[in-house]
């Protein structure tokens, strides 16, 4: 059994991603970049109009890919915009599409050289990913690069419910655990 499968700079919280400082926040952006609702809307209404004028200059970004701009009004520094997959019944490729984002963002965490980041739980709320397949990969995702990036101090996933923390804490606590 594994005794401390995890990171201790690997922290889960429940709060809202929009008042956390960290040098970024990631975005569940969606492929136009220019805002939309669930945790985008609130990261650009709190950011103000200088995020959406940014945004505006990247032409869109793609399914599984990320783009890093300012934070503007944010207390965090950047925001690194991510387009999650949206859940077909996962016969589309939408479990390795999800930990491409979770890649690609932390690509443009070690090009920046960041060292704190905050994630929301990505595709799991319009695009209707199941939470309890998706925290596991995320998870994992995050352990590898926290392995890979001696630069990152702290990764924080910050859920929005007491429910959906549960399931990430849970995906935690069995994560690299083996299966009989
Ligand atoms: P997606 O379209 O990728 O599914 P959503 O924004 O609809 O993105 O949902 C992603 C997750 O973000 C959901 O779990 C939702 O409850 C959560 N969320 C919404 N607003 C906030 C916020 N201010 N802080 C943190 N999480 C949030």
Redesign the pocket.
């Known amino acids: 059994m594994t005794q401390n499968p995890t990171d201790d700079r690997l922290v889960l919280t429940q709060?809202?991603?929009?008042q956390v400082a960290a040098d970024a926040i990631v975005n569940?952006a969606?492929t136009s970049l220019l805002g939309g609702?669930?945790?985008?809307g609130?990261i650009h209404r709190a950011a103000g109009p200088g995020l959406l004028a940014e945004c505006r200059t990247l032409h869109g970004c793609p399914t599984g890919e990320a783009r890093i701009t300012g934070g503007y009004h944010l207390p965090a520094r950047h925001v690194i915009h991510t387009v999650?997959p949206v859940w077909q019944g996962g016969h589309r490729g939408e479990r390795g599409t999800l930990a491409r984002c979770y890649h690609s963002v932390f690509e443009l965490v070690e090009r920046h050289g960041l060292r704190s980041v905050a994630f929301?739980?990505?595709?799991?709320?319009?695009?209707r990913?199941p939470i309890s397949e998706a925290a596991p990969i995320a998870l994992r995702e995050m352990r590898a690069a926290l392995a890979r990036l001696p630069q990152l101090e702290r990764v924080t996933v910050?859920?929005?419910?007491a429910a959906?923390l549960d399931v990430y804490r849970q995906a935690l606590a069995t994560a690299g655990v083996p299966t009989p």
Do not use: K, M, Q, R
């Not at 709060?15 to 929009?18: H, I, R």
């Open positions: 709060g809202n991603l929009t569940a969606n609702g669930g945790v985008d609130a999650g929301p739980s990505i595709s799991t709320g319009a695009y990913f910050v859920l929005f419910s959906d």
